[in-house]
């Protein structure tokens, strides 16, 4: 008789397991599942965002799929290509470049797949292809550089020579931080930009271009102009080993203000540093959720962001989260 009430009981705790297991199952169904289309890993800024991005989704209980591009378009195209297969709920990305995006979104809406991008914006005439735009005002970065290089240089005459490390050619941030610093400079002639080439945003592509820079011009250098803290790093190196101070002989101005940049502001070799997060996760899945509740969203969500000169960074860096 006892072993026959304890075969019920075995049975019965069995199939209340089963049933659980089954209703969690059901439940990772009812998850909103979001596929995100990174642009790379190309720098410390990009590491972070995408530690971001995936810590978010998983405090969020957001199911996320997602794929690195190696900064290659095709490649997210692809990758949002596999996501509208997937049937996805939302569909976010960091576009690496402003341009060729239509055909894609246009599938995306197609298929009734809302689309949410981060970091970088696109230039399409139908904005109706996304939802929102969530990331940092990247015209604004560059007239917060070219400001404070009008006040860092404003008891100097000139001529004050600009070296622009550009980021990736085509790309919003590239763009933008450009734009911004030529419109604050523009009716000040003594600013000249003499040499303007793209390092991708890498460290390796930096300290490639900033060599190049220094056989051509030498000590007609005045001002580096880093579009991002890697690019800034590897023409400090690339300075160091032609024997010029940076920060000293040459002044540094750099772009995201991640930990490297701060650690080479302590050192004195980067003399101020635009802050641009990619801390932009929790945005995204609160976006995401409105989103699938069918809340309306504003068409751009403008991350809060300033600017840390060298004098500040000691004292500012334990604080910093990237
Ligand atoms: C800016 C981001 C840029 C960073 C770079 O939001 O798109 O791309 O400035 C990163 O570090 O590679």
Redesign the pocket.
Request: charged residues 25%; proline residues 4%; aromatic residues 6%.
């Given at each position: 008789m006892r072993h026959a009430r304890r075969a019920a009981i075995g049975a019965l705790l069995g199939s209340a397991l089963l049933l659980g297991a089954s209703l969690t199952a059901h439940a990772d169904d009812t998850k909103i599942t979001l596929g995100f289309s990174q642009?790379g890993a190309?720098?410390a800024?990009?590491t972070a965002n995408t530690v971001s991005v995936k810590s978010a989704a998983k405090d969020a209980g957001i199911n996320l799929k997602f794929s690195d591009a190696q900064q290659k378009q095709e490649n997210q195209i692809k990758a949002i290509r596999s996501y509208i297969a997937q049937k996805v709920d939302v569909i976010a990305f960091?576009p690496v470049v402003e341009s060729g995006w239509e055909p894609v979104l246009i599938e995306a809406k197609n298929a009734n797949i809302p689309v949410i991008l981060t970091?970088?914006n696109i230039d399409v005439k139908d904005t109706s292809l996304y939802v929102t735009m969530i990331?940092?005002d990247f015209l604004e970065e560059g007239r917060r550089g070219g400001k404070w290089l009008e006040d860092h240089y404003k008891n100097d005459a000139g001529p004050i020579n600009i070296a622009e490390l550009q980021?990736t050619v085509g790309?919003a941030?590239a763009n933008d931080r450009r734009a911004g610093l030529l419109e604050v400079i523009k009716n000040d002639p003594k600013f000249k930009v003499i040499a303007s080439q793209s390092g991708d945003?890498t460290l390796a592509g930096g300290k490639q271009v900033m060599e190049a820079f220094i056989k051509t011009y030498g000590k007609q250098i005045n001002v580096v102009y880093a579009?991002?803290d890697?690019m800034a790093l590897g023409a400090i190196q690339a300075m160091e080993e032609a024997g010029i101070k940076p920060g000293k002989d040459v002044t540094v101005i750099s772009?995201?203000a991640t930990k490297g940049g701060f650690e080479a502001m302590v050192a004195g070799k980067i003399n101020v540093d635009v802050e641009?997060s990619p801390l932009l996760g929790p945005q995204l899945m609160t976006a995401v959720k409105e989103v699938v509740a069918g809340k309306s969203l504003p068409k751009r969500i403008v991350t809060e962001e300033t600017i840390f000169p060298m004098s500040v960074a000691a004292q500012v860096l334990p604080q910093r989260k990237y």
């Amino acid at each position: 008789m006892r072993h026959a009430r304890r075969a019920a009981i075995g049975a019965l705790l069995g199939s209340a397991l089963l049933l659980g297991a089954s209703l969690t199952a059901h439940a990772d169904d009812t998850k909103i599942t979001l596929g995100f289309s990174q642009v790379g890993a190309e720098s410390a800024w990009r590491t972070a965002n995408t530690v971001s991005v995936k810590s978010a989704a998983k405090d969020a209980g957001i199911n996320l799929k997602f794929s690195d591009a190696q900064q290659k378009q095709e490649n997210q195209i692809k990758a949002i290509r596999s996501y509208i297969a997937q049937k996805v709920d939302v569909i976010a990305f960091s576009p690496v470049v402003e341009s060729g995006w239509e055909p894609v979104l246009i599938e995306a809406k197609n298929a009734n797949i809302p689309v949410i991008l981060t970091d970088r914006n696109i230039d399409v005439k139908d904005t109706s292809l996304y939802v929102t735009m969530i990331g940092s005002d990247f015209l604004e970065e560059g007239r917060r550089g070219g400001k404070w290089l009008e006040d860092h240089y404003k008891n100097d005459a000139g001529p004050i020579n600009i070296a622009e490390l550009q980021g990736t050619v085509g790309s919003a941030p590239a763009n933008d931080r450009r734009a911004g610093l030529l419109e604050v400079i523009k009716n000040d002639p003594k600013f000249k930009v003499i040499a303007s080439q793209s390092g991708d945003f890498t460290l390796a592509g930096g300290k490639q271009v900033m060599e190049a820079f220094i056989k051509t011009y030498g000590k007609q250098i005045n001002v580096v102009y880093a579009h991002n803290d890697d690019m800034a790093l590897g023409a400090i190196q690339a300075m160091e080993e032609a024997g010029i101070k940076p920060g000293k002989d040459v002044t540094v101005i750099s772009f995201d203000a991640t930990k490297g940049g701060f650690e080479a502001m302590v050192a004195g070799k980067i003399n101020v540093d635009v802050e641009c997060s990619p801390l932009l996760g929790p945005q995204l899945m609160t976006a995401v959720k409105e989103v699938v509740a069918g809340k309306s969203l504003p068409k751009r969500i403008v991350t809060e962001e300033t600017i840390f000169p060298m004098s500040v960074a000691a004292q500012v860096l334990p604080q910093r989260k990237y």
